[in-house]
């Protein structure tokens, strides 16, 4: 039963962890660099703009992470180590815990938790396989709101400040190199994550997850492009047209009605954190008509990027610009088409559900060797958890991610209201 409802916790999970801290400290380090670099420089509004993107994205990654600590402390035995080494997420140390998050250290902390907890079941082969697992999944989702209030912007910045000077440092490359790398490696590991929830018999090759990849690459590109050649000919507009279109965005957030947080306050933050990721790329929220919603946004972000290119066309340097004007404009809508090609040949030819295994017959003993048994048959129990086995501690915020993300493929139904609904077409 838990090998059909848990993915083990390995050597890769263990690497995926390891990695995801280094990329962390070097996108963190990367941006005290730049934004270093532009206050010696004396650019002070470039400067306040990284900085108030870092204390930005800091503070909302920061909430979503104590809004996440204090549901998972309600959890039956999630505090209690099953080896008995100590607790897995500080326990009851909610004042430890609470002064880290103030101090903007609680996702590095999540971070290293994740991988001590990672290593003593990996390396030290000790139980608690599953909580290591559960901390995995909610730092790859912590990862993919990071990557949206910070790294997109900031890789917008980044562009419109080698538009607006017409000249690169060594400095700002390796800023960008630093956010693209982390938004790649954002998308491969949320996408890693919600595949861990599906069976054993429905592993996704490297071709779906690389197909996965690039179209996520070509629709966003484009995008952070556009942003960037618009503020650079009028950058005192680039906050109005957020503006404008992050109160729509959320307000749709709203009229979709989401369940992902418990509380009322965690829920509009969640919208207002969609509206965000919106305003970059689209993730789907709730249920049913995704197709439509789909062709909604992607209407609209497309009209909205002719507009913003038509802008700086007409207000261009012309001499400046004319080495790369042309190629640009042919260049985006192209890579933006091309990226919803990959979307289409993804949903056609290498979704999961193409891989499904079939159905189990309820007339099937559980203990059958050969029994499989589907993502249908999976569901969060009342009751409380083992503290030997742990087989129902289950991260219900990734597995409704997973249902509606796979979707005909459920991975939990929905029980009370403490299950959230939610899925991700990035």
């Known amino acids: 039963m838990e090998g059909s409802v848990f993915s083990k916790y390995s050597w890769i999970d263990f690497a995926f962890s390891v990695v995801g801290v280094c990329t962390f400290l070097v996108d963190w380090g990367s941006d005290v660099w730049v934004a270093t670099e532009f206050y010696c420089r004396g650019d002070f509004l470039w400067f306040a703009v990284l900085v108030g ?24 035995g999630f505090n209690a180590s099953p080896s008995g080494g100590g607790t897995v997420l500080f326990g009851d140390r909610v004042k430890l815990f609470c002064l880290l998050h103030v101090l903007q250290l609680g996702f590095f902390f999540r971070h290293i938790s994740a991988i001590r907890q990672g290593f003593r079941v990996w390396w030290r082969k000790e139980e608690g396989s599953e909580y290591a697992v559960y901390l995995t ?18 890789l917008t910045l980044m562009i419109y400040v080698m538009l607006r000077t017409n000249k690169a440092r060594a400095v700002q490359f390796v800023s960008i190199a630093a956010s693209t790398t982390s938004m790649a490696w954002m998308v491969v590991d949320y996408h890693r994550s919600l595949r861990s929830f599906l069976p054993d018999k429905a592993k996704q090759g490297w071709s779906s997850s690389l197909i996965y990849f690039l179209w996520n690459l070509l629709l966003i590109a484009p995008r952070v ?17 957020f503006l404008l279109l992050w109160p729509v965005f959320v307000l749709w957030a709203w009229r979709q009605k989401t369940e992902f947080m418990d509380s009322v306050g965690g829920e509009w933050l969640y919208r207002a954190t969609i509206g965000l990721i919106w305003y970059f790329s689209w993730f789907n929220v709730a249920e049913g ?13 497309t009209t ?5 290119v038509v802008t700086w066309w007409s207000y261009r340097d012309p001499i400046q610009t004319e080495s790369y004007a042309l190629a640009l404009v ?9 990226g919803l090609l990959f979307k289409s040949l993804y949903y056609c030819c290498f979704h999961p559900k193409l891989w499904r295994p079939p159905v189990r017959d309820p007339g099937l003993p559980d203990d059958l060797p050969d029994a499989q048994v589907s993502i249908r048959d999976m569901s969060v129990q009342d009751g409380t958890p083992s503290l030997t ?11 409704c991610h997973a249902s509606l993300f796979y979707l005909e493929q459920r991975v939990v139904r929905k029980t009370d209201n403490t299950n959230r609904a939610e899925s991700s077409h990035l």
């Open 225 to 241: 492009a556009t942003l960037a050649l618009f503020s650079s000919v009028l950058p005192g507009y680039i906050a109005v047209h």
């Open 289 to 301: 008509q995704t197709r439509a919603r789909s062709l909604i946004y992607h209407a609209f972000i």
């Open 304 to 308: 909205d990027a002719g507009l913003l």
């Open 389 to 399: 086995t742990f087989s129902q501690l289950l991260n219900k915020r990734m597995a």
């Open 330 to 338: 042919i260049a985006l809508p192209l890579t933006y088409l091309l």
């Open 53 to 76: 993107l870092m204390v930005l994205s800091s503070f909302v990654v920061q909430m979503f992470s104590w809004f996440w600590f204090k549901y998972d402390r309600e959890l039956p």
């Open 137 to 154: 999944h909610d730092l790859s989702m912590l990862r993919l709101i990071e990557t949206f209030c910070e790294s997109a912007p900031q």
